[in-house]
């Protein structure tokens, strides 16, 4: 069984999916709490499924692109069969975990997205920094920036590990608290190989606080 907060058909808001339909499978709990934190009511809140229950669901909307998102997907044991039950029914399966968590529990063929946590987060110190090495073609990195401060240390994280190397590298401004532009213009002048994305999902729907 599987705690699950939410399953919604939405427009997928970052990651280089971004802009695609996709299915969302919220699961229940998170090990961090992070400062700019706006699932908040995935802490606690949901219900326990089976995840042939979940599948049924997620067939309904008839979206190849699934994502297994949290709280923090990763803490709950059952999670990489759910992963394995999609894509043998054939789904691109996006998973994104805080990065604290062993992805190597994540099959071969599933997308990870290794969200790293920066300091104005609260929470950059609990990173298992071996997932780097972990990470697999076609997995992403995504930094969630809310200052300044926070994109130094990402591009330092971004040198020290080679990080563009490994993957997709996402930089993303926190929506009302740091401006795109201020990113963009730094991205330019440090000659970051990097993607500048925006949270598609806050923009297009600025007033929802769930099922976006």
């Not at 995935?42 to 499924?49: C, I």
């Not at 990113?183 to 002048?189: E, G």
């Not at 970051?192 to 099922?211: A, D, F, M, S, Y």
């Amino acid at each position: 069984m599987i705690k699950v907060n939410e399953i919604f058909y939405s427009i997928q808001g970052e990651s280089s999916y971004a802009g695609y339909p996709c299915v969302f499978i919220r699961l229940t709990g998170c090990n961090l709490r992070c400062s700019y934190c706006d699932t908040k009511y995935a802490y606690k809140n949901g219900n326990s499924m089976n995840i042939d229950r979940i599948v049924e669901i997620v067939e309904r909307y008839e979206c190849p692109l699934v994502e297994i998102t949290g709280g923090e997907p990763l803490i709950q044991e059952e999670t990489p069969v759910l992963v394995n039950s999609l894509l043998e029914r054939g789904y691109k399966v996006l998973v994104e975990t805080n990065g604290t968590k062993n992805i190597n529990v994540l099959a071969k063929d599933a997308v990870c997205i290794l969200d790293i946590k920066c300091p104005a987060s609260g929470e950059s110190d609990k990173t298992d920094w071996d997932n780097i090495y972990r990470l697999g073609p076609g997995d992403e990195v995504k930094f969630v920036l809310s200052n300044i401060d926070d994109y130094e240390w990402a591009k330092e994280i971004i040198r020290k590990y080679k990080l563009t190397d490994r993957a997709v590298v996402h930089f993303s401004p926190l929506l009302g608290s740091l401006e795109p532009a201020e990113i963009a213009k730094r991205i330019l002048n440090d000659w970051l190989n990097v993607h500048l994305q925006v949270q598609l999902h806050k923009i297009i729907w600025p007033e929802e606080n769930r099922g976006r």
